[in-house]
DNA sequence: CCGCCTCGAGTTCT
DNA sequence: CTCGAGGCGG
């Protein structure tokens, strides 16, 4: 016999743990700490092995009781599990509900918005408060058991507390979390597993495990969005109540659905949803759209296997299956072979994909991608379409698979491949698809931003070979713009001024424009405020430029050997002799070195000697007097007899103003 | 040596 | 935006 007092402990801790469970994961609001609750099961399940007679089948400690299964049975639902009509526009949404209505004799009715989530419909069967199980929609007659599993998802209720209908069924929908996707295929990929494609195959895959135990390390989640049936009480008169009272059992309700009243507030939260689902933790393909009052469910009843009184809105696709026509190739700024995949042209959320990029080989093998392949093509919620994965059923072993090219496409040089990595690429830095590329790169925004030379005139000017290299950009004239024709006058002076304006650019935006490997802007601008110019950059050993913070051994390398060429050095020289700058316009430190300085009269905003401080500070020196050397006479209030023979001999003045926009930044 | 963080490179369509 | 590589701290 077991003391009563332990028989109430063991009872108290029950409750509790399940009402904590019951805050954390359906309402999300917990009251204690995992600490805490950790405690609490801990203590729980010490009872429960001392006294094995105490454990219940609601015991928060069964989440996880039975034994791997060998399979899963069948079961025969009571109520079938049906399936929704689609809407795809409001034309279709309207003429909906003027078929509804004029089935209802023109009666006004509410309805029922919900988010239509792309996860697994299951039924959860409750008797005398318990569950005693759940199934997968299966084909809507006819589901499998997978009790066990559902078990593990902590937002189900094992017991409900207080009053319940004798037996009941709710539906609901089980999902993956797509912040939990990510580090699912992370997992999947280290233990050499497949890796799903999207989280709905998560769901389904994680709902059809026969180890209760690896379910349970899967943070699937539920939302209840319908009853099936109630035997023994009086429930509500419609399905929004119904929802609510199956909330205050202790199921989780989504909190995004709404009641409307009409066809306009449906429209709205379609739309609403169309933009912001992109923020929700699960996917959802569409709005459910379902007539609120029972008696007038029943009137619709339904056709098939689809039911009158619902219908989904559907979003439109993010994902479409088309076929894989080709593998293309890229050659990179940096002379990596960049697959791409020729798509059967394809709408995927609104627009016409007809390529997707593969990345590398490797993804292409990972993903097990080949010619002529129906693949799943997705542009989440983002913009760039990538392909997902290839759908294995629609093989006819006609497919072929992908190699990499032994030579490069566009210049036919041997590639070379980094051992370690299936990462190709085309070791001729004059391969002419390298030096587009660096060309459109040199003109980018982030370079020397020439404005109006965009990837047209890029082409054009290679192909007429009036570019050999990034220099020749300086080298352009009107003459040779008009003979590309297709070429307006004023755009022709537009790009030469452009062109002109660029060489003004910022010592770190052309350390960048140059597209020395593993310099980007970032780098770039690290190196400009080392050196401040770019003899000294070029000068500079490995040795030295490891040194820098940032700079590790593999740009260091990269760094030395783009300078240690002799062709790109002759492009240094011939931008030096085109005019464009290589030193930092505001060299933060030195960049007075070698200027002369005399300064006069009385400044505002700082004592004579605070300037020549200044001066002194930033390399530059001080005279006395104004001579020819004298580089700048910095002209204060009430200058005197220097500032005439400043004049006199022509010395460029700087008023106060000026004299500190130079010294200025710091 | 490993994990974390930042940066670089490539990318689609209208 | 996303993936992978490089840098760096522990």
Redesign the pocket.
Known sequence: MIDTNIRERAKYLRNEINRHNHLYHVLDRPEIGDAEYDRLMRELGELENQYPGLITTDSPTQRVGAPPADGFTEVKHVVPLLSLGNAFNDEELESWHKRVTSLLDGAVFDTVCELKMDGLAVALTYENGLLIHGATRGDGLRGEDVTQNLRTIRSIPLSISGTSPERFEVRGEVYFPRSHF?RLNEQRIINDLPPFANPRNSAAGSLRQLDPRNTAQRPLDIFIYGLGYANGTQMPDNHWDTMLYLKSLGFRINSNNVLCHNLDDVKNYYRHWLDDRKDLDYDADGVVVKVNSLSYQRNLGQVGREPRWAIAYKFPATQAVTQLLDIGI?V?????L?P?AVLEPVNVGG???????L??E??ILRKDVRIGDWVLVER?G?????VVAPVIEHRTGHERKFAMPERCPICNTIVVRTIG?A?SSCPNTACPAQLY?LLK?FVSKGGMDIEGMGEKLCAALLDASLIEDIADVYFITRDDLIKLDHMADISTDNIINAIYKSKERPLARVIFAL??????????EILTSHFGDIIPLARAPEEEL?T?????????QSISSYFHDQDNMEVIEKLRTSGVRLQEENPLELRLTGTLFVVTGKLESLTRAMAETRIKELGGAIGSSVSRKTNYLVAGKDAGSKLEEALKLGTPMLSEDEFLKMIGGN
Do not use: C, F, Q
Not at 548 to 556: L, R, Y
């Open positions: 990510a890229n990179g700024r940096t002379g990596r960049n791409y627009v016409t994909v007809k390529t997707a990029t990345h590398n490797d993804d989440a983002e913009v760039i379409p990538r990595v990462m590329e790169h597209g020395i490997l593993h310099v980007g802007s970032e780098t770039a490891v820098i913070p940032g700079i590790g051994p593999i740009i260091a």
